[in-house]
């Protein structure tokens, strides 16, 4: 558990930097290993959903052990309820964050194509970017969460 946790703030920490990266270069209009903006933007969009669908994983099967732990008389249902409620907390944020930054990538195709208004892109990416900061926030309150729950349980069954 703590090694995918720990690739998963890694690949969080990667996505933060490539996505303000690829902002940086829309709005500057500079390369990056010979990369454009719109080719940075693929990579960084790839990367982006790899790492969200890491995340959702990790709290789908930590939350999915932990229910077949108390469902085997290991742990109480208190801490059952603890892991719906971090589920209410971070998945709405990630679906959303999902939704903002997919956006973001597909109107910046039309715009590469002259088929949408322009001016758009650079304050919906502002608006992607600030809810990919408190996502950020969220999930790192979510996995200290289920952390200390599935801590907890290990303390009980000693």
């Not at 990579?43 to 789908?60: G, K, N, R, S, Y």
């Not at 052990?65 to 709405?92: C, E, L, N, Y």
């Not at 950020?136 to 599935?150: D, G, M, P, T, W």
Request: proline share 1%; glycine share 6%.
């Amino acid at each position: 558990m703590w090694l995918f946790m720990i690739i998963c703030y890694i690949m969080m920490a990667s996505n933060f930097l490539n996505i303000l990266l690829t902002g940086l270069m829309g709005y500057f209009k500079f390369t990056v290993w010979g990369a454009t903006h719109a080719r940075f933007a693929i990579f960084t969009i790839l990367v982006f959903i790899l790492t969200e669908t890491l995340v959702m994983f990790f709290f789908i099967a930590t939350g999915k052990s932990i229910k077949q732990m108390i469902q085997d008389g290991r742990g109480d249902t208190k801490h059952w309820q603890r892991v719906k409620k971090v589920k209410k907390w971070v998945f709405p944020q990630i679906i959303l964050t999902i939704i903002l930054v997919g956006a973001v990538f597909i109107h910046g195709g039309v715009v590469d194509n002259n088929l949408a208004l322009s001016w758009l892109h650079g304050p919906l990416f502002l608006l992607a970017f600030f809810q990919h900061m408190w996502s950020l926030v969220i999930k790192n309150r979510s996995f200290r969460e289920q952390v200390n729950i599935a801590a907890e349980i290990s303390k009980e069954l000693e």
